[in-house]
């Protein structure tokens, strides 16, 4: 018994930022991607509970959030890490090796084309197809930051950062 109350005070508490969020778009389906997006900024994914809440919380089918969720590439069903690395793609970026970048942070970061979060969920990478900054290829926005004329020793040294920062965070 313990052990389910224990459980749910955690979903409880888990919610509570869905709740304030529902609440301050007046639990209005209308609003469905603005919530969606708000959810993401804070948990960094949607989860099936998650969507599962928000449309019984809207009065909306499930598989309607679910349709919403899939059909924008700008939410993700599957955790992000706490520091993101986006790294362009596109032709400009492509042609100027953006390639030896991703390969320089998967090997740095001990990930993959198959998986792209670490298991401490420290780092994403996402490979996108344009970040508009075609003048400075190749580009990598890490944590909202650009970095533009990127180069493999430049991606190491910004994991080394984030990795030092994260230290200094802890105390360590």
């Known amino acids: 018994m313990q052990e389910t109350l224990e459980a749910t005070k955690k979903m409880v508490?888990?919610?509570a930022k869905?709740?304030?969020?529902l609440e301050n778009n007046q639990n209005d389906p209308s609003r469905l991607i603005p919530i969606l997006q708000q959810i993401q900024d804070v948990y960094k994914y949607l989860s099936k509970d998650v969507i599962s809440y928000v449309a019984t919380a809207l009065d909306v089918p499930v598989a309607h959030v679910y349709g919403v969720a899939t059909f924008y590439a700008h939410f993700s069903l599957n955790p992000k890490g706490k520091h993101i690395f986006r790294l362009c793609d596109g032709t400009a970026c492509h042609v100027k090796k953006s390639h030896d970048l991703l390969e320089t942070l998967y090997s740095k970061l001990?990930?993959?084309?198959?998986?792209?979060?670490?298991?401490?969920?420290?780092?994403?990478?996402?490979?996108?197809?344009?970040l508009g900054a075609c003048g400075l290829a190749p580009v990598m926005v890490v944590d909202g930051e650009v970095h533009g004329q990127s180069t493999p020793k430049i991606a190491e040294e910004l994991v080394d950062k984030v990795i030092a920062e994260e230290a200094a965070a802890k105390g360590v």
């Open 13 to 15: 508490d888990y919610l």
């Open 18 to 21: 869905v709740n304030e969020i």
């Open 110 to 130: 001990n990930l993959s084309d198959e998986k792209r979060t670490s298991d401490d969920l420290m780092f994403t990478i996402e490979l996108v197809s344009c």
